[in-house]
């Protein structure tokens, strides 16, 4: 469970851009409701399974500004077809079920550059954005268990709900606390060898701190 605003930060979007997906909201006359949850529920926590599905928004709105409305219809008809809350923080619709991925972007009018599948000679394979996503969330038993916060596809920093409450970790390790030790001037080398890393495994740690600080 994250609050709002460092679900926001680690996701790099504005809160009230994560707000609006996750709780819905008035634009002038018009009321919108929510596209991550199924109603709005008043709190400023966001849950493991809204995270990942927030992280996929993100990709398609930073890269395609995908339409919000037809966003909504799409993971409202796939939350109906598959009978969970959170579809998108789920394997099946990227690896087993791409035929009923299509069917809910059809039934949504969703634009053919906002697929999350698309057809390739004769088989149904994931659009650019949607592999992006994937490859950037290991998977148990269906269920996303890690997320990867670095952009970079070699960086090994990853999220896990269960481990440093879910916050950015190399090997079990805080990569702000690693990040805290070298700003304060200790050196890489020793800072490695009391927390058992690599040099290697320490500057993704700091690459991935530097581009988040930077954001």
């Known amino acids: 469970m994250f609050s709002e605003a460092e679900a926001a930060r680690l996701l790099r979007v504005a809160q009230s851009t994560l707000h609006y997906w996750l709780e819905g909201g008035k634009r002038g006359a018009r009321t919108y409701e929510p596209v991550i949850r199924i109603q709005p529920e008043g709190r400023r926590s966001v849950t493991w399974a809204e995270f990942i599905e927030s992280g996929l928004l993100r990709q398609y709105r930073r890269e395609h500004k995908v339409p919000m409305a037809e966003l909504r219809a799409f993971i409202d008809g796939l939350r109906e077809r598959m009978g969970v809350p959170y579809p998108l923080a789920h394997e099946r619709p990227f690896v087993a079920d791409r035929q009923l991925v299509r069917e809910a972007q059809d039934e949504a009018g969703l634009d053919a550059e906002y697929c999350l599948v698309a057809e390739a000679r004769g088989q149904l394979v994931l659009t650019g954005p949607s592999e ?58 020793e800072v490695a060898e009391v927390f058992g890393l690599s040099v290697e495994a320490l500057r993704w740690a700091l690459a991935y701190e530097t581009t988040t600080r930077a954001a």
């Open 132 to 189: 992006l996503f994937v490859q950037r969330v290991g998977w148990a038993e269906g269920i996303a268990e890690s997320w990867r916060p670095h952009e970079d596809p070699r960086s090994p920093v990853s999220m896990r709900p269960g481990l440093r409450f879910g916050r950015p970790a190399i090997q079990g390790i805080s990569t702000e606390v690693l990040w805290e030790h070298v700003e304060a001037g200790e050196d890489l080398g």
